[in-house]
């Protein structure tokens, strides 16, 4: 029996890739359609923009009604999953709707946009009975997990710095749009109420990739933020955080004005014993001292059958039970949120914040 599904939001950029990922894998009946209120009206029919994005998911699932209000699709629907495009301030609240219905919800990243969301994101799941699966595009770079895998087996000793910067990025409307100022800054990607800017679009890899990587709690957070090149709107362009693990660090960086980046933005993870440097598809392995050179390259294997993308591995795990790779599940996710709530505040105070842990995270949810 297929899954009686819905969209809700529009909002991401990769909203049509999931829709065509979750058709293709014939799971799923589409249902209905539902985007939210726009603070500000979109302006462009380009590719990636809130307009283009319903037409191309309506392209992939076929013609459904588009509902201007979530609560009157799910009230008149019997929904059994959603995919969650929101703006990402926004996550908080519809997720937990959703969940409360017993709906199982697979968002786009990041989860939500602070700690307190997370959380009810998290106690909705639990008193709903359903399921919060977080989307993140790093999850399908094999490179990646076969970098953690090494780390894992001890390839390079103790791990005791973890770095992540997203590669070359003028913004989300860089890939072959040619969209103005004003256009752009009718998006909500421009917006800092919205969840807008390179911190929550970026910075947020590099807090679960570490927190998966370290496999610790983070202690707490530095950041800042800034806008250099993106005055059309009040969201920055540009981010940067060091993040505190009991014994190790991490630096993450969020970039919307790297024009040509010049090195690989990784993960790169120093050891007690050498360093992993992820790069494309495969891993370069230092351990020689003074060394430019990799002692070993490494190619990456391809990943499993039928659970190589977001749609395989949310029907695998919903149709199976077969746990979600630890990056998707609510519990390295929460962790992921306690370094960017902590990371955000810090980039407020100009002081360095204090995460939450995990342990009061669970006691929070119980």
């Known amino acids: 029996m297929k899954l009686r599904s819905a969209v809700i939001g529009f909002a991401h950029v990769h909203t049509p890739g ?18 939210l209120p726009e603070k500000k009206a979109s302006i462009s029919l380009q590719e990636g923009t809130r307009r283009a994005n319903i037409q191309a998911c ?5 013609n459904q009604k588009v509902y201007t209000d979530y609560h009157h699709l799910l009230s008149e629907n019997k929904i059994d999953f959603a995919l969650c495009c929101a703006e990402n301030a926004l996550h908080g609240k519809v997720i937990g709707d959703m969940l409360l219905r017993g709906v199982h919800v697979l968002v786009e990243k990041p989860m939500a946009t602070s700690m307190a969301d997370a959380l009810a994101i998290a106690d909705a799941a639990r008193r709903g009975h359903a399921k919060i699966i977080v989307n993140w595009p790093s999850t399908w770079n094999c490179s990646i997990r076969l970098a953690h895998q090494l780390m894992m087996d001890g390839a390079i000793g103790k791990p005791f710095r973890f770095h992540f910067r997203n590669g070359t990025s003028l913004g989300p409307f ?14 909500w990607w421009y917006d800092a109420s919205l969840g807008g800017g390179a911190y929550w679009d970026y910075c947020c890899y590099g807090a679960c990739l570490s927190s998966w990587f370290l496999g610790k709690p983070p202690v707490a957070a530095m950041a800042m933020r800034a806008n ?11 981010a940067a955080m060091l993040v505190r693990y009991p014994d190790a660090v991490s630096i993450l960086e969020g970039s919307w004005v790297t024009l040509a ?11 007690s014993k050498g360093t992993l440097v992820t790069l494309n598809d495969r891993v370069h392995i230092y351990e020689d001292r003074y060394s430019m050179e990799p002692t070993q390259i490494l190619m990456a294997p391809p990943l499993p059958e039928g659970r190589g993308n977001a749609g395989e591995e949310v029907i695998h795990h919903l149709k199976t039970g077969e746990p979600l790779h630890p990056t998707l599940d609510l519990p390295l996710n929460l962790q992921a949120m306690s370094v960017l709530d902590a990371g955000y505040r810090s980039s407020l105070s100009g002081k360095l914040e204090t995460a939450a842990n995990a342990h009061w995270a669970v006691g929070r949810i119980g």
Do not use: C, R
Not at 58 to 62: C, D, E, H, K, N
Not at 230 to 236: I, K, L
Not at 261 to 271: L, M, Q, R, T
């Open 174 to 187: 860089s890939y072959g749009q040619d969209l103005s100022d004003t256009e752009k800054g009718a998006e």
């Open 58 to 62: 309506m392209q992939y699932a076929g």
């Open 228 to 238: 250099f090149n993106s005055s059309f709107g009040d969201a920055e362009d540009f």
């Open 261 to 271: 980046s010049g090195v690989p933005g990784g993960p790169v993870i120093h050891g």
């Open 18 to 35: 999931l829709v065509e990922q979750l058709t293709a894998t014939n799971a799923v009946e589409w249902i209905a359609f539902a985007d």
